[in-house]
């Protein structure tokens, strides 16, 4: 049972304009989601962060919204820039009481190509 | 501050055979995680400890797989005997504790082959 879904494989833009990266979730108890950024051959990066109190967080070039109604967010990213290009995990968790209060659920990725 | 060290980072058995991964946090971390990624999909995790106790280990295949991190700081995670579908990125990732607030740092993890 796939929790967390990202249903575009892939997604390719051009330099300067604005990448969206899709999420959806199922679980109704996920509170807390992150984003994460992957290089070939490196381990996931953090990226950005969303609490399930809030429907926008927004660092430098990146925004993260959040529609609980939806169960959905998204990953703006504003510019686009070729160094962007990775592989994008959308990642959630729930605040569930006992021993799962770290634990992620990911979702299969999105590559993201930005094109000079 | 260094990073997540994991080792080895490739590495190539046949089926049946015994393999283990080692993984070093970043000093400090007192949660320490293994995930398993498949070609294709995220990051699935495997087992979590919040020092050297575990917290979560339900998706652990516990016939084949085992870890430990004693003394709270380096971890081991073994497979025996391997299968064909163990073939994957095994990826170790710390955070100070495991509040949600705290972001997981990876490891750029070790490759298994499986012939």
């Known amino acids: 049972d796939q929790q967390v879904k990202q249903n575009s494989p892939s997604l390719s833009v051009q330099e300067g304009r604005i990448s969206i990266l899709n999420c959806d979730y199922t679980?109704?108890?996920?509170?807390?989601f992150l984003w994460y950024k992957k290089y070939p051959a490196e381990g996931p990066t953090f990226l950005i962060s969303?609490?399930?109190?809030?429907d926008k967080n927004e660092d430098g070039r990146f925004t993260v919204f959040l529609n609980k109604s939806a169960k959905h967010l998204s990953l703006h990213i504003v510019p686009s820039q070729p160094g962007d290009s990775a592989v994008y995990f959308c990642a959630a968790s729930a605040r569930a009481g006992g021993t799962s209060y770290g634990k992620l659920t990911f979702g299969q990725g999105t590559i993201l190509t930005v094109h000079p | 501050e260094a990073g997540v060290a994991q080792s080895p980072r490739y590495k190539i058995i046949e089926k049946r055979q015994s393999v283990a991964f080692w993984c070093n946090p970043i000093s400090g971390h007192a949660t320490l995680y293994w995930y398993q990624q498949i070609l294709g999909q995220g990051p699935k995790l495997l087992i979590q400890?919040?020092?050297?106790?575990?917290?979560?280990d339900s998706q652990l295949p516990k016939d084949r797989f085992s870890a430990e991190r004693l003394k709270g700081v380096d971890s081991t995670l073994k497979i025996q005997p391997a299968k064909l579908e163990d073939s994957a990125v095994y990826l170790c990732?710390?955070?100070?504790?495991?509040?949600?607030?705290?972001?997981?740092?990876f490891g750029d993890g070790t490759r298994l082959s499986i012939l």
């Open positions: 969303i609490s399930s109190i809030k």
């Open positions: 679980n109704s108890m996920f509170d807390y």
């Open positions: 400890f919040q020092n050297n106790g575990v917290v979560d």
């Open positions: 990732a710390s955070s100070l504790d495991s509040g949600q607030g705290q972001p997981q740092h």
